[in-house]
């Protein structure tokens, strides 16, 4: 692991409508009782970063949201991994995983809307926009008890938009009750919500009319799956054009532009028992002009909704790491924050922007990952392993990384890994990296398919880490009694204290 710094880079805002100002000396948080320390990777950038930093957010009346933690650190569409865990954490957390930082911080658990898994709504909550600093930094604190633990083989890039343009989206398609052959308009079908609501709702089924403005983003929109585009821009008259395209109106409207106009006239677009589905948050007040009797004739639903619970977040997840929903990112540097504010004031952004926070000490080279993957189902059961190497110069990183290639390959837990830092007298980079991998349901095979995987790695990983080490240095030992407990049953715990008074492992014949 790397070493975690007291100070990080943070965007933060002193104060609202004052523009961005990054700063170089911001303090990195220690975690707390019950928290985690996570390295932020990457931040998708959403429109209510730039309301809330402007002062412009507006609340539940409409009115703006004033009372923000100053200074204001935004992000909330944010993918790190942990790299500390603080005290009383559940046992199966562990370093390196990766996490989302969405927009809702902590949770009673205990108030009506937690019960009933609605836990977006509690009474009680924080959040990343309002009272806690967001992911426009490189370390963030986290409650462990409400995390958003990622599956390890996610893109964490493009995870990030997911977190609340992909998650509020899927819950519009949900909330619409979109069914296979549906009719569905998405307006603003080109931006960083629009293209995944379009996606999300192909994925029930729907056909997709998608309403933007622009030739470039007509195309964008047919690409990701909509059958139809309405161009505002050329199209005088948008309800006519729905009506005649559906033969009489749409099933749902999910309407993901910023503006109140494109709210306004929204629900004319639909058929009988259509629903209307609100995403966007205009900033400023605004009230929809449809009329009673057209929702009481046509019974109408309109409905809305704030993000989604987590297990509706991972569920959205997952159907981006199926590659069922494909989010369109533009990476760009961290630094870019206020250009990109600029750009999305002006409504000139095709899907999501992201930002590149901070470097992934941890990032598993996707050769060597795919080959740990497909190459050697080795598996492992329940023992302790050493893997360590003497050789000089040579990143912790590197040693993680052949760990971490073994735990994927055999899809096992990977318990206490101990990375120990570099001994400055002895000129040894690294002296040691201990896991315990387990794998209870699978029969052990021999251990040399480790060295296997070292050698391969060394040769074929095409990882200057890894070829920093010779594959002959690469050492295995076990633990003696590194095994189930066989009072407790509980796998083997390996505990830094019993590491260091364990001078002599005993070395495996590779
Ligand atoms: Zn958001
Ligand atoms: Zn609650």
């Known amino acids: 692991m790397s070493i975690i710094p007291t100070t990080q880079t943070a965007a933060t805002v002193p104060e609202l409508g004052g523009g961005v100002k990054f700063v170089h000396d911001y303090p ?31 609340d539940a009346n409409g009115n703006p949201i004033t009372k923000v933690k100053l ?34 911080s902590r949770i009673c658990r205990r108030c009506e809307f937690c019960l009933a898994g609605k836990e977006q709504h509690c009474t009680k909550s924080t959040n990343h926009l309002h009272h806690e600093d967001g992911s426009f930094q490189e370390y963030i604190a986290l409650d462990a008890g409400y995390l958003t633990i990622l599956p390890n083989d996610i893109d964490p890039a493009v995870i990030g938009p997911v977190l609340c343009a992909g998650l509020t989206t899927y819950k519009a ?43 470039a983003k007509g195309d964008f929109i047919k690409e ?26 749409a099933n749902a409207v999910i309407v ?46 309109i409905t809305g909704n704030l993000v989604g619970s987590l297990k509706e977040c991972l569920e959205a997840v997952d159907l981006v790491r199926r590659g069922v929903v494909k989010p369109k990112i533009t990476i760009r540097p961290f630094e870019d924050l206020p250009k990109i504010y600029d750009e999305l004031e002006k409504g000139d952004v095709s899907g999501r922007m992201v930002l590149k926070i901070a470097k992934d000490d941890l990032a598993l ?28 110069s040579v990143h912790s990183g590197a040693v993680y990384q052949f760990v971490e290639a073994c735990t994927i390959s055999s899809s096992s837990k990977l318990d206490n890994t101990l990375l120990y ?46 070829n920093e080490i010779p594959p002959e240095s690469y050492r295995f030992g076990v633990l003696p009694n590194a095994t189930v407990d066989g009072a407790t049953n509980q796998p083997f715990k390996n505990e830094n204290a019993d590491f260091e008074q364990q001078t002599s492992p005993t070395e495996l014949k590779l």
């Open 28 to 58: 990195v948080p220690q975690p707390g009782h019950n928290e985690v320390l996570a390295k932020v990777l990457y931040s998708g950038v959403c429109q209510s970063d730039l309301h809330t930093q402007a002062g412009i957010a507006s």
């Open 71 to 104: 200074p204001h650190v935004g992000g909330h569409e944010g993918v790190g991994r942990i790299v500390a865990i603080g005290p009383g954490c559940d046992d199966d957390i562990r370093l390196g995983m990766f996490v989302g930082i969405r927009f809702s």
């Open 173 to 215: 398609v949900k909330n619409a009750n979109v069914k296979a052959a549906d009719w569905v308009v998405v307006v603003g079908a080109g931006g960083g919500l629009g293209h995944l609501a379009v996606q999300y709702a192909r994925a029930q089924g729907a056909i997709v009319i998608g309403i933007d403005g622009g030739a």
């Open 224 to 249: 990701i799956g909509a059958s139809e585009y309405i161009d505002f821009t050329t199209t005088p008259n948008l309800i006519e054009k729905v009506h005649e395209l559906t033969s009489g109106g």
């Open 256 to 301: 993901t532009a910023a503006s109140v106009k494109a709210f306004q006239q929204a629900a004319d677009m639909l058929k009988v028992g259509g629903t209307l589905s609100c995403v966007g948050i205009p900033s400023e007040k605004g009230y929809l002009l449809t009329p009673i009797s057209s929702i009481v004739i046509k019974g109408l639903h």
């Open 365 to 392: 080279p996707s050769a060597i990952a795919s080959f740990a993957k497909n190459a050697i189902p080795f598996k492992l059961a329940e023992c302790g392993v050493f893997v360590w190497t003497e050789a000089p």
């Open 421 to 466: 830092p570099a001994s400055q007298t002895l000129q040894i980079a690294l002296l040691a990296a201990t896991s315990v991998l387990r794998n209870v349901s699978s029969s052990p095979v021999p251990i040399p398919n480790l060295n296997q995987i070292v050698n391969h790695s060394v040769h074929h990983g095409g990882n200057a880490r890894y």
